[in-house]
């Protein structure tokens, strides 16, 4: 069993920058696909950047590329989700996910492992 954590969420001013954390407990965290997800008020869940274990790879949905980085330290169980150039359109509750098994995927059916979510708000 897993539980991730998030933490980093909170206001800031469109341009800004924000780094989120999720802390893994568990001894086989560093064999997971981990995830990012959002959630804006009034939609469903969609996918934000994914990472494999090794983290030799990763996928962006095209709203993010060039201005989120997603990255994890197995050393510690946690992996980053660090927002650059932070647009209102970026508001949402942010999540992080983790696949027991399988590489890349950006579907929230695929995860198996879900954390309570942060908020971040981003002002114009």
């Known amino acids: 069993q897993v539980q991730l954590v998030e933490s980093g969420g909170g206001l800031v001013q469109a341009g800004g920058s924000l780094r989120l954390s999720c802390a893994a407990s568990?001894?086989?965290?560093?064999?997971?696909?981990m995830g990012w997800f959002r959630q804006a008020p009034g939609k469903e869940r969609e996918f934000v950047a994914t990472?494999?274990?090794?983290?030799?790879?990763?996928y962006y949905t095209d709203s993010v590329k060039g201005r989120f980085t997603i990255s994890r330290d197995n050393a510690k169980n946690t992996v980053y989700l660090q927002m650059n150039s932070l647009k209102p359109e970026d508001t949402a509750v942010y999540y992080c996910?983790?696949?027991?098994?399988?590489?890349?995927?950006?579907?929230?059916?695929?995860?198996?492992?879900w954390g309570q979510g942060t908020q971040v708000t981003v002002s114009s």
């Open positions: 996910a983790g696949r027991k098994y399988g590489g890349l995927s950006y579907y929230v059916a695929e995860y198996d492992y």
């Open positions: 568990g001894r086989t965290f560093s064999t997971y696909t």
């Open positions: 990472m494999r274990w090794s983290g030799s790879s990763t």
